[in-house]
Each structure stands twice: as C-alpha cells, then as structure tokens.
C-alpha cells in the first residue's frame, strides 16, 4: 500500500470518528425517537435545508457504493447503507472508502467491470424511496 493510500485512509477513519462523536452526541438529546428527530430536523427552513441536503447526498453516496461495492467485489455494503439511516452518513461513507481503498491497493482492481443484482436495484430503489419520503415530511 502506497504512502497516499495510507494517508488517505487515515483521513476517512478521522472523519468517521469525528462525525460518529458530532453526530452520537447531537442524537442522544432527540425527544421522540425517529419520529421526533424528522420534526426536529424541519424546525425551521435552515434545518429542512440541511436535512434534504443530507438526504440526498445519502441517495448518491447509496448509488456509487454499491456500484462500487459490485465492481471491487465487496461484501456487506448494504450494511453501510443501513448505518447511513442508523447511525449518520458522515460515518459509514468514509468507513466504506477505507473498505475500499484497502480493495483498491493493489491497482489491478481499479478498472475492474461490475454489475448489480437485482436484489441490488430493489435495495437502491427502497433508499430512493426513503430519501424521497424525508424529502416530502421535512419540506411539508
């Protein structure tokens, strides 16, 4: 593994730490379980901003790992996903690059082709339809 790998990998462990401490820290205090964080997050326009922001930003990051995840042969990406929901995007997006960059080390893999499995596309189709529903309750 090349010097930059290593410091690249060593950037995405920083942030998933700091955004699983931003993060935890902030969820903790939220009254009302998922349905109360969904109205804290449309309090006002600039908190609807940033949860749509934040949504669709899950919808892309959904696409490109799992692609990414078919095309480098990796397991379990459906676990990182299940975490963006869970936990924050902030953490399993960069926990799922080190994954990745470890898979790209050796550059053989780098250009390697990829398909999704139908399982796959239902996956993504739910989080697009996830994302689209805290879309329509936080700006409604």
Not at 21 to 28: K, L, P, V, Y
Not at 115 to 123: E, F, I, P, Q, Y
């Amino acid at each position: 593994m090349k010097t930059n790998q290593k410091f690249l990998i060593a950037f995405y462990a920083f942030v998933a730490i700091a955004a699983f401490i931003a993060t935890f820290s902030q969820n903790i205090h939220v009254q009302g379980g998922f349905a109360g964080f969904l109205d804290a997050a449309k309090a006002n326009a600039g908190a609807r901003s940033l949860s749509v922001d934040i949504a669709l930003f899950l919808e892309a990051a959904a696409v490109f790992m799992v692609i990414e995840a078919r095309r480098l042969g990796m397991r379990l990406v459906w676990l990182y996903l299940l975490g963006g929901f869970l936990i924050a995007i902030s953490v399993t997006f960069p926990l799922f690059m080190i994954a990745r960059e470890t898979l790209l080390a050796p550059a053989a893999k780098a250009d390697a082709p990829w398909s999704l499995t139908t399982l796959d596309l239902m996956g993504l189709a739910i989080v697009t339809a996830l994302v689209a529903a805290v879309c329509w309750y936080t700006l409604t």
